[in-house]
């Protein structure tokens, strides 16, 4: 298979879109995040358990399928200089120009919480940020800045792509024919199943998940290697064939896994017994690979032609749209809860402000010139290229 996958383009999308409304749902839960609604509660905490388990899993596995067909079109150095061009860029504009908005509002809260001045604090505020000389402590602890916040994804993808290009001459001489015996049959559900299950019963209680580079070693075992699984499986029809077989079944073992875990975190003792714990980890992760497989068969399934020119615009548009979400979720979140409206007003009021500014940063970043790539776009291409195209 050498065409472009229009169906993984359409579950990369949809993949982002979820994300989007996730970090919008992470304003209204009692989860822990950079700013809360006073009306926080845990109403749809259920309804967000439903993406949380998979959803970047599934992101992880989209980009390592499109890095195979990018690295069969260019040498190793020709695709890792690419790469590079595409993803250093929006890192270094969020941890400098996007993010600061949201440490901003976040320690606005934290202070205002515990009751203290906040002109000290924010005085040269920018200058503190970007020199790591804030001092912004709570009892949860103390802001680390200059930061990514959620374009981590940006900068794993960025390790990812280095370890991928290291590992290039080792990955042409696997066997592939032989190591995809592992997902045939009942293997296309229990061994990615298992191996996330392996991970979480003994990397997660170690090290957590911390999306600090440094130190988080379970999600990287649980990402490089999907990473890894995608770009093997990017050109292997017979995966997704049988993933097309299968997404009834997966889907059914989703929903299933996302009604017992429900269960479990409404009716399960304060301090769960250990095996209780670990028997509900295996489950969240037949809630992950279910979903994932299921997705992949029905995307497959009814996208894999599916082109025009929406699938087209809101190709371009997702990376601009990863890129400036949550800072508009933040500051439009925090203004949005001084006014007091009815919930059922600002939260989709909260989503269209969201959407509309979406728009407005991928307009901007369309009509930058050379400075597209900053934005998450492709380099605006040469006239004698255009006028080609």
Known sequence: ????????????????????????????????????????????????????????????????????????KMQTGAFLSSRMRRLWPPLLLGVFLIVPPQSYYEVIEAYSAMGLPLGPVLENFYLKYVTASGGWCDADGCLATPTYNHLWFVAYLILYTLALAALMPLLRRLPFRRLALLISGPGLFLTPWLFLVATRLTLFPIFGETHD???????????????????GIAKHQPFFDAAVRARW?????????????????????????????????????????????????????????????????????????????????????????????????????????????CWVFLEIGQRSGPFRVWFGLSPQPRPAMAAAA
């Open 1 to 72: 298979m050498t065409q472009r996958r229009y169906d993984l383009d359409w579950l990369r999308i949809s993949a982002f879109a979820l994300l989007i409304l996730y970090h919008c749902g992470m304003f209204y839960v009692s989860w822990d995040w950079h700013v809360k609604s006073s009306r926080a509660s845990e109403t749809i905490e259920p309804l967000m358990m439903l993406t949380s388990p998979w959803r970047l899993t599934l992101l992880f596995l989209i980009s390592g399928a499109a890095t195979r067909f990018m690295t069969d």
């Open 249 to 357: 079944l997966a889907l059914v073992i989703a929903a299933a896994s996302w009604v017992a875990l429900i269960t479990y975190f409404a009716l399960a003792p304060e301090s769960p017994p250990e095996w209780m714990r670990m028997l509900f980890r295996a489950v969240r992760e037949a809630e992950a690979w279910g979903a994932i497989l299921a997705a992949i068969g029905f995307f497959h399934r009814h996208f894999a032609e599916a082109d025009g020119p929406v699938r087209r615009t809101l190709s371009e548009a997702v990376f601009p749209f990863y890129i400036i979400h949550q800072t508009i979720i933040v500051v439009a979140g925090h203004h949005l809860d001084d006014l007091g409206l009815p919930l059922a007003v600002e939260a989709p009021l909260l989503i269209g402000v969201t959407a509309l500014g």
């Open 213 to 231: 580079f440094r130190e988080d070693w379970y999600l990287h075992a649980v990402y490089l290697t999907v990473f890894l699984f995608g770009f």
